[in-house]
């Protein structure tokens, strides 16, 4: 039989899907009674319009019913308290600034998506970055940083997603295992944000600080094409950010992309490499792609003095995805598009900053 000590621990061992913590360490069961071959348990939600309401309900059941001895669950859901969601919020968050989320003290790799000229495929490549990482076992964060042309919930699907606010905390919609935030899930999509520099600085630096992503190893951010206040903003504020600058083939467009690599580093930023997007491809059929031409990855990579860490081809495949939803980059595997994108992905963590290898300076 089971102990109501022990159902505790199983109901308490449930992940809630959007703090990603088990239900126990973050104080949400508040009872857990056996009477006879009956669970009776209440779990506290943060609050009562809980997305992820659904979820929590079908899994303490789940767990409570995987006990032995145990055929029947009386399920209460509940509301924290104020005083117990402020407690919440402090444990998780803290109230951290910025700074101390992401900058130099912080273990979180921060990588900047940028480029000169727009519709090279910056938000294409954001958003399949942080899909593919999170897909090898990395915990990702996706700040979609382009202010007025926001695009990132819906290459990922969740345009309708709302974020959850708990008290200081802002907790981002997931999905494909990364949490993802976006202008575009408090704004009207039908309505133009017109935002001067000001306001889109107390934006990105109200994700950096307000959004809980959980424990983070990477958060990627994908910024709006050229070089102003925006990426201006998140140099400011995550001045030790990666950047990965991305470009077409075009060698017209080498230029401007150049120059948002350089006004990375002039902001303190480490470019990590480019990615050419859009490239020419050969089919299995042996048929040529061409569109864009070539040259334009490796000529920009080598006035930055970085690597060119691959080329994407310009296909089917990724155009289609970006309208379904889902990313290309979880379709097929053998796709060329796919395996040209794992091939960046590797270079991509290869690049990560060695951390704790670096000499103690010995001074006499
Ligand atoms: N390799 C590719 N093959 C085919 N289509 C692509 C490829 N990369 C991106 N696209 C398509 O090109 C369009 C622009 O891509 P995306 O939105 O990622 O560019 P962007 O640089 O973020 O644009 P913006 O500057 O507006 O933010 C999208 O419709 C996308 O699906
Ligand atoms: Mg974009």
Redesign the pocket.
């Known amino acids: 039989m089971t102990s109501p000590e022990e159902l505790r621990a199983a109901v308490g061992a449930v992940i809630d899907p959007e703090l990603r913590r088990s239900l126990g360490e973050l104080g949400m069961v508040e009872s857990a009674e056996v009477d006879g071959t009956t669970a009776r348990v209440t779990v506290l939600l943060t609050i009562e319009a809980c997305p992820k309401r659904s979820d929590i309900d079908a899994e303490v059941r789940a767990a409570a019913l995987a006990m032995s001895g145990i055929d029947q669950v009386e399920l209460t859901l509940g509301v924290m308290s104020v005083e117990a969601r402020k407690a919440l919020s402090a444990q998780l968050h803290g109230g951290r600034k910025a700074e101390d989320r992401f900058g130099p003290t912080s273990l979180v790799r921060v990588i900047a998506v940028s480029?000169g000229?727009?519709?090279?495929?910056?938000?294409?490549?954001?958003a399949n970055l942080a899909v593919a990482l999170a897909a090898r076992g990395q915990k990702v964060g996706l700040l979609d940083a382009?202010v007025h042309?926001f695009?990132i919930p819906g290459?990922l699907g969740i345009s309708d997603e709302k974020p959850t606010k708990v008290e200081d905390m802002i907790l981002p919609p997931r999905a494909f295992d990364v949490g993802v935030i976006s202008i575009g899930m408090f704004v009207d999509p039908h309505t133009p944000v017109s935002w001067r520099g000001p306001m889109m600085h107390r934006t990105i630096n109200q994700f950096l600080s307000d959004v809980y992503f959980g424990d983070l190893d990477v958060l990627i951010c994908?910024l709006?094409?050229g070089t102003g206040d925006v990426a201006i903003s998140l140099g400011q504020l995550v001045p030790t950010a990666d950047v990965l600058v991305?470009t077409t083939p075009q060698t017209s467009a080498s230029d401007i992309a150049e120059r948002s690599g350089l006004v990375a580093r002039q902001l303190g930023q480490r470019v990590i490499g480019v990615v050419e997007?859009?490239?020419d491809w050969t089919d299995s059929n042996g048929v040529e792609h061409t569109m864009f031409g070539a040259g334009g990855g490796a000529e920009v990579a080598a006035r930055l003095a970085v690597p060119l860490l691959g080329t994407?081809?310009?296909?089917?495949s990724?155009?289609a995805?970006?309208?379904s939803g889902i990313p290309f980059s979880v379709g097929d595997p053998a796709d060329v598009?796919v395996v040209a994108f794992n091939r960046i992905v590797d270079a991509v963590i290869e690049s990560a900053p060695k951390r704790g290898t670096a000499s103690i300076p010995l001074s006499v």
């Open positions: 480029s000229k727009g519709g090279v495929g910056k938000s294409t490549v954001a382009d042309g695009s290459l994908d709006p094409p991305v997007n859009m490239s994407i081809p310009l296909t089917p990724v155009i995805a970006g309208d598009a």
